[in-house]
């Protein structure tokens, strides 16, 4: 029987809006012993949360082995799943054990695949590995020109004409809920809704604090078409969570951070000093006001990060300190605030 599409990502049971995201639990930059990977799981459920994403890119399988393991004893309609496709695995024995910047990894190598067999076996081999029926969500995964370059006209019309299309069918066996992309591309969103349906798309970086660039096209075209967002990225992958001023090495889309981003991040960061404002719970609060952003999924490498989290996503924030930004020039005057 065809799955009903996932209409809206849900809240946690406290009505906090977070979702757990599982690239710092496949290992991303650092190792994490399989005890605390699973306490950071225990925890999310214990507080609520609902929803989960992990994909096969994630330590070559890890992270959805881990969440396998804490969501598969659950009665079903507990929680809201999603992973990716576009990567295989490949068995390799002399694997390097640190790939793609996810450290002790499992011993697989990637290949890309988008055409409609890798497809249906990306969905397969992501079941076998989380032991589970069924993914309420399928993305895409990385379809943009920057990761692929001069072979991104390809990449596209195979998504439109291969991968999308495989995914509708493994929807109407009941192996997939809802379908979108996973990517943290502003363009690909827009060429993939110019050629094709989607349900939802999991956006990473391209709408936050700092960086407003799904604002103008993307977003209002998501609110039109009913294509819901869970909001990935909110910190821009470091720089929104440890600030500059304070001397960490700023981090802007897993690299160093350019001398722009720097500075706009240490005038928000003056402006949260002056209204008493944690750095992160502007970042993470921001998205959630937009009306296409259902909720901002947070990565967390231990107990500590998720509470954080939540920690901030309840902390108040003053309407003055939205004005603020806006009157600095740091918000656009068309984006929603909370």
């Known amino acids: 029987m065809p799955l009903a599409p996932v209409t809206r990502f849900p809240a946690c049971n406290d009505g906090l809006r977070l979702g757990l995201g599982g690239a710092p639990l496949g290992n991303l930059f650092r190792a994490v012993p ?21 994909a096969p890119h994630y330590g070559n399988g890890l992270s959805e082995q881990r969440f396998g393991q804490a969501l598969r004893g659950l009665p079903r309609e507990r929680f809201v799943l999603s992973s990716k496709v576009g990567r295989l695995l490949r068995p390799e024995a002399q694997a390097a054990r640190d790939q793609n910047g996810y450290v002790d990894v499992l011993p697989f190598t990637q290949r890309w695949d988008y055409s409609a067999a890798g497809t249906r076996r990306s969905v397969e081999d992501s079941l076998q590995r989380l032991g589970l029926a069924r993914l309420d969500v399928a993305y895409v995964h990385d379809c943009d020109a920057a990761t692929h370059g001069a ?62 660039s799904a604002l103008p096209a993307l977003l209002p075209l998501c609110v039109q078409r009913g294509v819901r967002i869970a909001l990935g990225g909110a910190f821009n992958s470091g720089i929104l969570a440890t600030g500059v001023l304070g001397g960490a090495e700023p981090r802007f889309n897993y690299a160093r951070a350019p001398q722009a981003w720097i500075e706009r991040t240490a005038a928000i960061e003056r402006t949260c000093a002056d209204h008493g404002v944690p750095l992160r719970a502007a970042a993470l609060q921001f998205p959630l006001a937009h009306p296409a952003v259902d909720i901002v999924v947070a990565g ?28 600095q020039g740091l918000l656009p005057h068309d984006a929603p605030t909370p």
């Open 300 to 327: 967390a490498q231990d107990l500590a990060q998720w509470q954080d989290s939540r920690a901030m996503l309840a902390q108040p924030i003053p309407a003055a300190f939205w004005q603020a930004l806006r009157t």
């Open 34 to 54: 399989p005890a605390e990977a699973q306490a950071v799981l225990a925890a999310a459920l214990d507080h609520g949360c609902r929803s989960f994403d992990t």
């Open 151 to 212: 072979a991104y006209p390809r990449v596209l019309a195979q998504v439109l004409g291969e991968t999308l299309p495989t995914l509708r069918a493994l929807q109407r066996e009941g192996l997939v809920g809802a379908i979108g992309l996973g990517v943290n591309d502003v363009q690909v969103c827009l060429d993939v809704l110019a050629g094709a349906d989607i349900d939802c798309l999991l956006l990473a970086g391209r709408y936050s604090l700092l960086d407003h």
